[in-house]
């Protein structure tokens, strides 16, 4: 009967809706899987909607109109612009937050506030509306300090001050130049050290699920060099994260759910916890109100065959009691357009594919791409994903370097490093 086959939406159209579409794909349901506006590279049996109204009001109409038994959304833009409230108001399921939750990502003061109430340890700030708050600020903590935008800037908000050149640079850019637009709330934050952490689970509001903690490489370079990018690999799980670090993460998150509850915005959905293991213990850089991306393609395929069914028992209320995610080693290398992230060259043909796509112990998932004379194309920043799985972290990282080697683009760039770390066998 046609109607038995449940249809699951996803929103976006990143290497991250790939992999949760990818991952609803297994469920032994066999559901339809539907994404808007998707790409033309997420191929196979996923329904690529492409016209997909901006507006959440409209948005929700043209939803609506194609029938999902659950909606699931990926990027923060929707969440926080109230997509998963117009669409509960039409009676539909969704896995998301509610644009007031979705604050302790759009708002950094929300989310201090949150973090304040609860107890939550985070870097001391000031807030700041002009360049004369700001050096004052810079003063009182001195260097390195960090200065971030308080709303969204996807991922260009944060700079991190090392010396009086990079304040005066920073303030350049961001009081005289404008370069995130019209925000007018800043933060200074002292800076803080150590290692970096994505610790991302998926909750009913009072319950969650830890997925394997992982890291992810933001800049564009080896070493870690260059400028900031959305994120250019990542790697699970980690050698130095201990027991305790789990068990004190798992109690951070407990305290933001209650948190979150007790402001009257009880969060539902992907919660991302940018954590930093600082010498006095675990602290919160941030939280996101998603998956984390390329987090997603190295954590969500740890839920093997029982995504969906996750993703259901979160919006219902009946998340199990055991975690039920695999510990594999798992990498992903993204492959980024030419001149990303300043200028990323649009247009440039991708090859291969189809070989890459065979190989075991891969997958691929697509992101900034077109489609051009029946070609697949570079048409963003970060154009494709590939995520090795292994029994070893050696394995996992040879499988993604050899796929992602039998792919052509020119121009098209790369980290040789990810995972490089964890190799400690
Ligand atoms: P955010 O978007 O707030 O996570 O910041 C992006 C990146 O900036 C983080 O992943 C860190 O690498 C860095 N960062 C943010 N806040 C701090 C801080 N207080 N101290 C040191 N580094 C920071
Ligand atoms: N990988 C960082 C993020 O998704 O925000």
Known sequence: MAGSTKRILVVGAGAREHALADGIRQDPGRPAVLASPGNPGMEGDIHVHPSFPENPAEAAVWIDSLSPDLVVIGPEKPLAAGLSDALRQKG????????????????????????????????DFFVTRDPGSVRDAVRSFGYPSVLKADGLAQGKGVFVLQTPEDLEEALGKVFHRRSLGDQTTFFVERGLSGPEVSFIVLTDGTRFLPFPEARDYKRIGDGNRGPNTGGMGAVTPLSDWTEKDQEDACHLIERILWGMRRHGTPFQGFLYAGLMKTAEGL???????????????????????????????????????????????????????????????????????????????????????????????????????????????????????????????????????????????
Do not use: C, W
Request: hydrophobic fraction near 40%; charge should be neutral.
């Open 92 to 123: 539909r399921r969704v896995l998301g937050p509610s644009a007031q939750a979705a604050q302790i990502e759009s708002s950094k003061l929300f989310a201090k506030e949150r973090m304040r109430e609860a107890g939550i340890p985070t870097a």
């Open 283 to 425: 602290k919160i850089l941030e939280f996101n109100a998603r998956f984390g991306d390329p987090e997603a393609q190295v954590l969500l395929p740890s839920a093997g065959e029982s995504l969906l069914s996750l993703l259901e028992a979160a919006v219902g209320g009946s998340l199990p009691e055991k975690v039920p995610f695999s510990r594999s080693p798992r990498v992903a290398v993204v492959l980024a357009a030419q001149g990303y992230p300043e200028k990323p060259v649009s247009g440039h043909v991708l090859s291969g594919l189809g070989k890459a796509r065979e190989q075991e112990g891969t997958r691929l998932y697509m992101a900034g791409v077109g489609e051009q004379d029946g070609q697949i194309v570079s048409s963003g920043g970060r154009v494709l994903t590939v995520a090795g799985e292994g029994k070893t972290m050696r394995e996992a990282r040879e499988r993604a370097y050899r796929t992602i080697s039998m792919i052509g683009l020119e121009g098209g760039q790369f980290r040789t490093d990810i995972g490089a770390e964890e190799m400690t066998g």
